[in-house]
């Protein structure tokens, strides 16, 4: 099994609670969650700056870009950029899926979500700092 993830959906599936953009894109996504929160299993994933493994799904992917609005695609470009600055990550690498977990409870505090994801729509709702707050008490696993 390998991945590929956007910068940003890095910390997104910490915080994921079932809700999404459509049934499908939140299935995808649930899948997504399911293989990085289970600590039996380790794998490549690829991060980038580009459409990825749960942008496939999304209602708003248009092709090789965001398109839910006129400045989607730059906003979460600037979210993925904001990321893999934080974590010290190459766009195009390929790192397993136990070191970027490490690294991201290691990296990220819940606060810096305000900075990183500024104007996510996901942000107001609370549980992507808890699930990065989950995630720095060493429990991945959490609903």
């Given amino acids: 099994m390998n991945r590929v993830l956007r910068g940003h959906h890095l910390l997104c599936v910490h915080g994921f609670r ?5 049934e499908a894109f939140a299935d995808t996504m649930a899948e997504i969650v399911k293989e990085i929160r289970d600590e039996t299993i380790d794998f490549p994933i690829q991060v980038q700056m580009l459409l990825d493994d749960a942008c496939a799904a999304c ?6 870009i965001c398109a839910a609005g006129p400045q989607s ?3 979460v470009t600037s979210m993925d950029r904001r990321v893999l600055n934080k974590l010290g990550l190459q766009p195009g690498g390929i790192y397993s899926k136990s070191y970027l977990v490490r690294l991201t409870a290691e990296k990220i505090q819940a606060d810096d979500l305000d900075h990183i994801c500024a104007g996510c729509s996901w942000l107001s709702y609370g549980v992507c700092k808890e699930g990065i707050e989950n995630l720095r008490r060493g429990n991945i696993l959490q609903q």
């Fill in 18 to 22: 079932g809700m999404g953009y459509s």
């Fill in 59 to 64: 209602p708003h992917n248009g092709g090789t």
């Fill in 73 to 75: 695609e730059d906003h």
